[in-house]
């Protein structure tokens, strides 16, 4: 099943068999997928810069191009990006360094940090979109979009307008293919760290947590697949010392959050040697956070979106995401009694049954319809819920048990009267000298890119378990303690009594089960760095104690809140808007200013969670889409409810 490139939210082929737990750690990259913005064209007969840079025409004022210099140093001239020593830095296309163009090469890093070891070269895929003014006016920017498992195509979400502000342009943006990802060489991507742990076909790890048996057999495979990974010989890595004596190192203790905080200042010293702004969002937090802690001379903006907790401890963290998730649940469903629409005010056995019967009739929706379950919920939850009366309609044949009447309601919306969007302009991805696709979302996108299988094989959860692996202590080594702490989290938090809480912990928990070598992570924190940490209320992938704990280890930055239901603050429903009008215009200013014009702990207003979130995005951790912002101008919700044919 291929992707639709119509979709409202794009799928590719591991997505249509994941069981909805995983679709949490899907959402902002879906978001970002729907959102994709082309590459701006460059014209070098147009404004003259007063540096004697290259032209090019523009409507952006002077204040855009001439930033404050009190705030923002100049980044070095194109030619000096083409003249980085290729031993240190190799260019696969040269000839792509113009201005709005981008291109990418390798980074020959050292695997480790510590002067005067002999340590082995490790290749990281590093890209560029530069700025369509030159040299960038307001330096050089270091992005990453979440995850793990996020790659160097962030560069043009968050190199973008919808992300940026009215400064995109204006910076070189900077993303990565992450140590083991992507066309980053060694790779996680290897049959012993692939076994498929998240696959609803194995039916062994459809766990019930109430079913001390289940857990256990989960447990057991999850220490297999740590143990047979981190086995595999290709990870040790050999160098040979001046006096001929060769030492082994293994990749997987050199390839995690800080190890990528140490290629982004390899990249900085390249590039310049100057201060670099970061912007992080999810997952990117952690990076540009650790980048924040152990280098903070030499960051200029930050900004960390939808905060992921800044300490490393796995049952903390694991406690943390469990007990968000379920108080999303309840304040979706308490919402009902907030007079806001939902369809039901008995909304907690709706939620409860909906998701069993789904779930029950998932070999029913791919043979009939080709629809996984979780393709099926985003389908009903993108058209459906847009009208007020369908939410009690469904969770009526919900208590009855109909599911004949939910497949009935999902046919009709391939009916002519169903929406159908345009096709997205995508960016240049998965060739020579592009930025790697995350995934197949994208027309461009190859699934044998970087090499044979490799979209497929890591769409799962390897590239984020390996990360996780690493960079958190205090994880599981008795199987007893495995399965009490799960099932202990289970009964603490049951989520409505569907048990989606447990999804993503278990995943994380796991990832640090039996592994046999971590390398944590410092506390991540600076107090004098200032900057914004910014989070949602009721984000459903990194919860907004996270946001709050990182703002206290950053004592000198702007808390920013929303009271939004989404992941990272381009998602946010602001009052009925999404994008620059909303809250995230506060750090896009900032983004262009220099300076923060927002008082700490600013909390922005935003649409009640009823009325823009569904059953079906609450009960699978999804962000919220909502009935706006995702339509063209010539593309409306139709006036009427698909019609149920007889």
Not at 7 to 32: A, C, E, G, Q, T
Not at 168 to 179: E, L, P, W
Not at 265 to 278: F, H, I, M, N, Y
């Amino acid at each position: 099943h291929s992707p639709d490139p119509r979709s409202p939210v794009p799928f590719d082929r591991r997505i249509l068999r994941l069981h909805p737990r995983n679709m949490w750690k899907h959402s902002f990259f879906l978001l970002m997928a729907v959102l994709a913005i082309s590459q701006r064209g460059v014209d070098a007969d147009g404004l003259g810069l007063p540096n004697g840079g290259p032209g090019l025409r523009s409507n952006k004022s002077a204040s855009i191009v001439q930033p404050d210099p009190t705030y923002f140093e100049p980044a070095m001239p194109l030619d000096f990006f083409k003249n980085i020593d290729p031993s240190k830095f190799e260019w696969m296309n040269k000839d792509e360094i113009t201005p709005g163009g981008t291109t990418c090469g390798f980074l020959h890093a050292r695997l480790g940090a510590i002067p005067r070891v002999n340590y082995p070269k490790v290749k990281v895929y590093v890209c560029v979109k530069f700025a369509e003014v030159q040299p960038a006016p307001r330096g050089n920017m270091a992005v990453h979009c979440g995850g793990p498992g996020s790659l160097s195509d962030c560069v043009y979400a968050m190199g973008s307008e919808m992300f940026l502000g009215p400064s995109a342009g204006t910076y070189n943006v900077i993303s990565f293919d992450q140590r083991g990802m992507g066309r980053s060489e060694p790779t996680f991507v290897v049959d012993e760290c692939m076994k498929e742990t998240h696959d609803p076909e194995l039916l062994t790890l459809q766990v019930n947590y109430l079913d001390e048996q289940s857990v256990r057999t989960a447990s057991r495979i999850y220490k297999q697949r740590n143990l047979e990974c981190w086995a595999r010989k290709d990870f040790l890595l050999n160098s040979t010392a001046r006096d001929g004596t060769t030492k082994s190192y293994h990749f997987l203790q050199y390839s995690g959050t800080r190890q990528l905080a140490e290629d982004i200042e390899r990249v900085r010293r390249l590039v310049g040697d100057q201060k670099l702004s970061v912007y992080g969002i999810s997952y990117g937090t952690t990076v540009m956070g650790t980048y924040a802690t152990v280098f903070p001379n030499h960051v200029n903006l930050l900004v960390l979106d939808g905060s992921t907790c800044p300490d490393n401890d796995i049952v903390d963290w694991i406690d943390v995401l469990a007990r968000s998730m379920n108080q999303r649940i309840d304040y979706f469903i308490a919402s009902c009694e907030f007079g806001t629409q939902c369809g039901r005010k008995n909304m907690r056995s709706c939620v409860n049954k909906l998701n069993n019967l789904l779930q029950g009739n998932a070999k029913d929706l791919m043979d009939t319809l080709s629809l996984s379950p979780a393709k099926a919920l985003i389908i009903t939850t993108v058209v459906v819920f847009a009208y007020e009366d369908i939410s009690a309609v469904l969770c009526d044949a919900t208590e009855e048990g109909d599911y004949e009447s939910i497949k009935k309601l999902l046919q009709a919306l391939f009916e002519p009267q169903g929406v159908i969007l345009k096709s997205l302009q995508d960016p240049d991805v998965d060739s020579h000298s592009k930025p790697t696709a995350n995934e197949l979302w994208f027309p461009q996108s190859k699934e044998d890119w970087p090499f044979s299988g490799y979209k497929m094989k890591a769409s799962g959860s390897v590239c984020q378990d390996i990360i996780f692996g690493q960079d958190k202590t205090f994880g599981p080594y008795d199987e007893d303690l495995y399965v009490k702490t799960l099932m202990d989290l289970n009964l603490k938090y049951p989520g409505a009594g569907t048990q989606i809480p447990m999804f993503s912990p278990q995943q994380w928990y796991s990832a640090t089960y039996y592994w046999p070598e971590p390398t944590p992570l410092s506390p991540i924190g600076n107090s004098r760095l200032t900057g914004i940490i910014a989070g949602q209320v009721y984000d459903p992938a990194t919860p907004y104690i996270c946001t709050q704990e990182m703002r206290e280890n950053f004592k000198s930055a702007t808390l920013l809140t929303s009271r939004s239901v989404n992941h990272g603050l381009n998602s946010a429903f602001d009052q009925g808007m999404r994008g620059g009008n909303g809250c995230i215009s506060h750090y896009q200013r900032y983004f262009e200013q220099g300076y923060i014009d927002v008082p700490d702990g600013t909390v922005c207003e935003s649409d009640a969670i009823g009325d823009v979130c569904t059953i079906n995005e609450i009960i699978t951790g999804q962000g919220c889409i909502g009935t706006h912002g995702f339509f063209d101008d010539d593309d409306t919700v139709p006036d009427d409810p698909p019609v149920l044919s007889e």
